[in-house]
C-alpha cells in the first residue's frame, strides 16, 4: 500500500511539473490591468456586441464598468490572442478561436484562470489528453449556462462519447444512472492527477457508498483488498456499471468464485452431492469478509437447512475459526 500510494504522488508530481512547464510560457505574458481590459474588449464588442451577449448569466460574463473590483476580469482580450492585430486588420485568420485552435493551445489559454487538479491532469496524463481531446471537446463557452459549462445539458453527458458504456447501465443489474441516482462524475473525479483510466482507487470509491463491506474484519478475504484476477479489489468480482448477472457478478452461479477458487472433493460427495448443487454463497455468506469466520460461513448456518449442519457432530459448533 505504501509504495503504491509512493508511486501515485511521484505520478502525481511529475505531472504537475510537465503541466507547469507547458503552461509557463502563457502566465508569463503580459497580464493586462482591469482598464486594458474594459478599453479593449469595448473596442471589440463595436463589431461584436452578440458575443458578449452569449456569455450573460455564465461564469464567462464580460467584466463591466460597473462591476465590482474584487472580482475576476474578464475581456475578450483575456482568451483571443491576437486582438490586437485583429483591430488593425479585422480577418479571421489573425485572431484565435478556442475551438479552432490546438489542443495544446486551448490548454494554455484556459490555465491562465484555470490552474487546477482537474486542468492539469486533462493537459498531462489523463487518457483524454492522450487521445488527443481538447478542452472544447467537453466544454462550450459561447451560448451556455450549463453547470461547469459543459457541452451538453445531459447529466452525464459522457455518454455522448461512450456509448457503449451506457448501455451496460440498462443490463439487468446496473448502478441507477439512467434514472440519474448517481452520475458518472460521482465514481470517475476528473480532479485527480492518478489514473482516470478507472476510477481512481476502485476501493475506495466503491466504499463511499458502500462502507459497510470496507471492514475491517478479523477475517478478511484477500481478493477484497489485492489486485488478483484483471482488476482490482471490488472490479475482481463486479462488473461496476452494470451485467447480466444479479448484484452486478461477472459471472452467473459459481462463477465468479471459481475464477480463483475450485470446488473442494469433499464438497461433491458429501451428503449425497447435495452441497455441490448449492451455490457457493448460500454458505459462505459473508464473502466481503468476516467477524467470526475464516471461511466467510453464514453465522446463522446451523439452522438455514432443513436438518442442522451442526447436530450431528461432524460440524463444529465454534464457527470461530471455521471446520
Not at 473442494?264 to 455468506?285: L, Q
Request: charged share 15%; proline share 5%.
Amino acid at each position: 500500500m505504501k509504495r503504491s500510494f509512493g508511486r501515485g504522488v511521484l505520478a502525481g508530481l511529475l505531472a504537475v511539473s510537465v503541466a507547469l512547464w507547458i503552461i509557463s510560457p502563457v502566465l508569463a505574458e503580459k497580464e493586462y490591468s482591469r482598464e486594458e481590459i474594459l478599453e479593449f474588449s469595448e473596442n471589440c464588442l463595436a463589431c461584436h456586441d452578440d458575443l458578449a451577449n452569449s456569455l450573460k448569466d455564465s461564469p464567462h460574463s464580460l467584466t463591466g464598468a460597473d462591476a465590482h473590483k474584487g472580482a475576476t476580469d474578464i475581456g475578450c482580450i483575456s482568451c483571443h490572442d491576437g486582438w490586437a492585430a485583429h483591430m488593425d486588420d479585422p480577418s479571421a485568420d489573425n485572431i484565435s478561436s478556442g475551438p479552432d485552435t490546438t489542443a495544446t493551445y486551448q490548454a494554455m489559454v484556459c490555465s491562465r484562470c484555470h490552474q487546477t487538479p482537474h486542468q492539469t491532469a486533462m493537459s498531462t496524463n489523463d487518457p483524454h489528453a492522450v487521445a488527443g481531446m481538447q478542452c472544447s471537446s467537453c466544454h462550450q463557452i459561447h451560448n451556455n449556462t450549463h453547470l461547469n459549462l459543459v457541452n451538453t445539458e445531459r447529466e452525464n453527458f459522457c455518454g455522448s462519447c461512450h456509448p457503449a458504456v451506457v448501455a451496460e447501465f440498462n443490463l439487468r443489474s446496473a448502478h441507477p444512472l439512467v434514472t440519474y441516482n448517481i452520475q458518472c462524475v460521482d465514481c470517475h473525479d476528473s480532479n485527480r492527477l492518478e489514473s482516470s483510466f478507472r476510477a481512481a482507487g476502485v476501493d475506495w470509491t466503491c466504499q463511499n457508498c458502500h462502507s459497510e463491506y470496507a471492514g475491517p474484519f478479523p477475517y478478511e478475504h484477500p481478493v477484497v483488498f489485492n489486485h488478483l484476477v484483471e482488476g482490482e479489489g471490488c472490479t475482481e468480482c463486479h462488473q461496476p456499471h452494470g451485467s447480466a448477472n444479479e448484484r452486478l457478478l461477472k459471472q452467473p452461479g459459481n462463477g465468479t468464485c471459481m475464477q480463483c477458487h475450485g470446488i473442494p472433493p469433499g464438497h461433491a460427495t458429501a451428503h449425497s452431492g447435495f452441497v455441490a448443487e448449492t451455490d457457493c454463497v448460500v454458505c459462505h455468506s459473508e464473502i466481503h469478509g468476516s467477524y467470526n469466520n475464516r471461511l466467510f460461513l453464514d453465522p446463522n448456518l446451523g439452522s438455514k437447512f432443513a436438518a442442522n449442519c451442526f447436530s450431528s457432530g461432524c460440524h463444529s459448533t465454534n464457527i470461530i475459526g471455521g471446520n
